[in-house]
Structure formats: structure tokens, C-alpha cells
């Protein structure tokens, strides 16, 4: 949405905190979608309103609230949630460092899947060995704005399906596509 054509005002500036604390205080805007901004959008959002801009200005989160965000990027609050409805997880351990990480391989043997908390795709990986899991995980924790990756014993093999799927407040639901993969 860059086009002067669509929007009333183009701003070419660094996606930064900053730079939009200053649009969002010349702007004045009513509301905020960041689920429009893909994993960047997200963790904008959840700069803003930890600064408190968003709340100096009266900007409304639409679409996504923060809690909801901070559920689904937030590796352990995501298991906890899971957890908590009686969804199975695979055996996993939240970790901020690597000697945690290496403790958590000597438990469960490898390959053990890396997954940065509120990072972009392809930030994380498979690790089969102490070396792999080393390289991975300091490259987790570095990425990681809240220095967090989360650890999952592997299910390779496993087919996987990822469903996205929109619902409103009167729990109307679209699927908006399915997604599905096998490994050998």
C-alpha cells in the first residue's frame, strides 16, 4: 500500500519504532492492522504498544490483539496455550542460552528443531548434531528480539498440515488456504 494512488500519504522511512512513533504523531490514525505487515508488521505492533505509543495516541490494535500476538510469538506462551486446550505438543524446552540447549539434547537425543520466538521464516532449522545445534541456536538467540528459541524433539516423518484460517467476532470462519508437506 505505497501507492499514492491508494494511500493519502506515502512515508519512505526505516521501519523503525521511531519512525513511526512520529508517523502514527502526525497521523493521528484511529487504528493499527498489523497482521497486514506479515512477522515484521507483528513485532512493530508489539514495539509500539510496549513503548506506549500506541496508547498516547489512542491507536487501537485491529484484528489481532496484543495478548493474542505475544500467544502465538512467544514460544512458551504458545505451548503453555496449546497445553492448556489439550492439544499435544512435542516434548519441548524453552531456552535463552546454550548450555540449556545442549541440556536439553543430552535428554532427548537429536535432530531437535530450533524456532526462534518472533522471528521471520527460516530463522531457526533442524540441528543433528552438537555442532549444528550450537551454530543454529546462537543465531536463534541473536535474531530473537526477546532472545528466546524454542526446542522441539523432531518429528520428521510426520505429515504436517497448517490451516489459515480467518474468523470474526461472531466466529464466522474462511479458510483461507491449507498447506501440507510429507517427509521421507
Same mark, same amino acid.
Given at each position: 500500500?505505497?501507492?499514492?494512488?491508494?494511500?493519502?500519504?506515502?512515508?519512505?522511512?526505516?521501519?523503525? =519504532?521511531?519512525?513511526?512513533?512520529?508517523?502514527?504523531?502526525?497521523?493521528?490514525?484511529?487504528?493499527?492492522?498489523?497482521?497486514?505487515?506479515?512477522?515484521?508488521?507483528?513485532?512493530?505492533? =508489539?514495539?509500539?504498544?510496549?513503548?506506549?505509543?500506541?496508547?498516547?495516541?489512542?491507536?487501537?490494535?485491529?484484528?489481532? %490483539?496484543?495478548?493474542?500476538?505475544?500467544?502465538?510469538?512467544?514460544?512458551?506462551?504458545?505451548?503453555?496455550?496449546?497445553? %492448556?486446550?489439550?492439544?499435544?505438543?512435542?516434548?519441548?524446552?524453552?531456552?535463552?542460552?546454550?548450555?540449556?540447549?545442549?541440556?536439553?539434547?543430552?535428554?532427548?537425543?537429536?535432530?531437535?528443531?530450533?524456532?526462534?520466538?518472533?522471528?521471520?521464516?527460516?530463522?531457526?532449522?533442524?540441528?543433528?548434531?552438537?555442532?549444528?545445534?550450537?551454530?543454529?541456536?546462537?543465531?536463534?538467540?541473536?535474531? %530473537?528480539?526477546?532472545?528466546?528459541?524454542?526446542?522441539?524433539? %523432531?518429528?520428521?516423518?510426520?505429515?504436517?498440515?497448517?490451516?489459515?484460517?480467518?474468523?470474526?467476532?461472531?466466529?464466522?470462519?474462511?479458510?483461507? =488456504?491449507?498447506?501440507?508437506?510429507?517427509?521421507?
Amino acid at each position: 500500500m505505497t501507492g499514492s494512488d491508494i494511500a493519502g500519504r506515502v512515508y519512505i522511512e526505516p521501519l523503525t =519504532c521511531e519512525s513511526l512513533a512520529a508517523i502514527i504523531e502526525e497521523e493521528r490514525p484511529q487504528g493499527l492492522l498489523p497482521t497486514l505487515g506479515g512477522q515484521t508488521g507483528l513485532n512493530l505492533a =508489539c514495539l509500539l504498544a510496549d513503548e506506549g505509543v500506541l496508547e498516547r495516541f489512542g491507536v487501537e490494535m485491529l484484528g489481532a %490483539s496484543l495478548e493474542s500476538i505475544l500467544m502465538a510469538e512467544d514460544r512458551e506462551l504458545f505451548k503453555a496455550t496449546m497445553l %492448556s486446550i489439550g492439544e499435544p505438543v512435542p516434548l519441548s524446552a524453552t531456552v535463552v542460552d546454550l548450555d540449556n540447549a545442549f541440556s536439553f539434547a543430552r535428554k532427548t537425543g537429536y535432530p531437535i528443531i530450533v524456532r526462534p520466538a518472533f522471528t521471520l521464516g527460516g530463522t531457526g532449522g533442524m540441528a543433528r548434531t552438537e555442532e549444528e545445534l550450537a551454530v543454529i541456536v546462537g543465531k536463534g538467540l541473536k535474531v %530473537s528480539p526477546i532472545g528466546q528459541v524454542l526446542l522441539e524433539k %523432531s518429528v520428521a516423518g510426520w505429515k504436517e498440515i497448517e490451516y489459515e484460517v480467518m474468523r470474526d467476532g461472531q466466529n464466522n470462519c474462511v479458510t483461507i =488456504c491449507i498447506k501440507g508437506n510429507a517427509s521421507k
